[in-house]
């Protein structure tokens, strides 16, 4: 084989692999991976160490036997080993930038190539689309860089608080950092695809497909919703909001069903786009965990709309710089869906109260 015929292969499989995305996500999703995987670990290491900070003696003098307070002392190694963490982060995330300009200046300046069946052959970049995927890529860099202030801030508060107790503490902690939300929703991921897996393997047939789903949807959106509250039971209202949002996913997963009983009909093989496509289904429960905790707050409160390393499209900065909202002004859920944003249930945001809301608030 010669090189162009070997180029022109590559590139077809290329574009067989990789169908949907665009030029932009080729360069970039790697990275956004990435980032959303590191804070996940890292939120944990912070969570971690201020819990075990907590539990330290400190002197006498200082410490009502009842309280659990952090000295400046321990504030700054707080804060230094978040700086450390998050510089960690950005250097890398620098790193991976670098690489992704580098191919795709290299994408930018390859000749077209040509297919003696079909023609010319072009997925190399534009002018244009250069600079969008650089621009891109340094948007992510620049928003790295910023996050550690606005981490460190969200520390600080947890740590110029008083706690009645190491478990007050740690369910503070958790909750701003989400940790629980994490754990319920990586159990969420975890049950669809397994429904997924038996489906494409053929070990369910696709009405019991659905029904497993929805029963997953349901229960899962509620115990994401309690958690977002810190609460037990439910009111009857809640209840009632719960039973339509799971409601409102049957329509999908109807179309859902459509399609694969499509692929079975035609004999066509069902592929990991099932597994993924059932995903979305989970991602959707961040935002019932914000819609318990915004309900639990004040009616008065001030809620920002607050960005995390994840992907980030057009919409949510613009919500994060309106912010701050009141619970009527307040556009929607991250997560919630395409209406929302242009990420849809892929949304990593998340709602908090705002710093000029000057209500005493305890445990949010």
């Known amino acids: 084989m010669n090189l162009q015929a070997f180029n022109t292969a590559l590139i077809i499989l290329t574009e067989q692999m990789l169908p949907d995305e665009s030029s932009i996500d080729r360069y970039i999703m790697p990275i956004v991976r990435y980032?959303?995987?590191?804070?996940?670990?890292?939120?944990?290491i912070i969570a971690d160490t201020i819990i075990d900070a907590g539990r330290k003696p400190i002197s006498e003098a200082i410490l009502n036997e009842r309280e659990?307070?952090?000295?400046?002392?321990?504030?700054?190694?707080?804060?230094?080993?978040?700086?450390?963490?998050?510089g960690?982060?950005?250097?890398?995330?620098?790193?991976?930038?670098?690489?992704?300009?580098?191919?795709?200046?290299?994408?930018?300046?390859?000749?077209?190539?040509?297919?003696?069946?079909?023609?010319?052959?072009?997925?190399?970049?534009?002018?244009?689309?250069?600079?969008?995927?650089?621009?891109?890529?340094?948007?992510?860099?620049?928003?790295?860089?910023?996050?550690?202030?606005?981490?460190?801030?969200?520390?600080?508060?947890?740590?110029q608080a008083r706690y009645g107790s190491i478990t007050d503490l740690k369910d503070n902690v958790y909750r701003e950092f989400r940790i629980d939300r994490d754990q319920t929703m990586r159990l969420f991921h975890r049950e669809v695809e397994g429904y997924a897996k038996k489906v494409i393997d053929g070990t369910m047939d696709v009405e019991s497909f659905v029904s497993n789903m929805e029963s997953s949807i349901g229960k899962f959106y509620e115990r994401l919703y309690r958690e977002g509250k810190n609460v037990t039971d439910l009111a009857d209202w809640e209840r009632e909001l719960i039973r339509k949002q799971t409601e409102s996913q049957r329509q999908y997963l109807n179309n859902f069903a459509d399609y694969i009983r499509t692929k079975q009909a035609t004999g066509k093989e069902l592929t990991s786009y099932i597994e993924a496509r059932a995903d979305l289904y989970a991602e959707r429960g961040s935002a019932m965990f914000e819609a318990g905790q915004v309900n639990a707050w004040p009616d008065d409160v001030l809620i920002d709309w607050v960005m995390q390393p994840a992907e980030h499209c057009t919409t949510c900065p613009i919500y994060q710089s309106n912010s701050p909202y009141t619970k009527e002004t307040l556009p929607g859920y991250p997560g919630e869906g395409f209406h929302l944003t242009q990420c849809g249930t892929n949304c990593k945001c998340l709602l908090r109260v705002s710093d000029l809301y000057v209500g005493e608030l305890r445990g949010i």
């Open 35 to 44: 980032m959303v995987d590191e804070w996940a670990r890292i939120k944990k």
């Open 68 to 86: 659990v307070f952090f000295p400046s002392g321990r504030q700054n190694m707080v804060k230094q080993m978040i700086n450390a963490l998050i």
């Open 88 to 159: 960690s982060m950005s250097h890398e995330v620098g790193k991976r930038v670098s690489e992704a300009k580098r191919q795709a200046k290299i994408d930018f300046a390859m000749p077209g190539l040509t297919d003696p069946d079909v023609g010319p052959m072009r997925i190399t970049l534009t002018r244009e689309g250069l600079q969008e995927v650089i621009d891109a890529l340094d948007y992510q860099k620049d928003f790295i860089d910023d996050y550690r202030q606005t981490t460190e801030e969200r520390v600080m508060r947890l740590l």
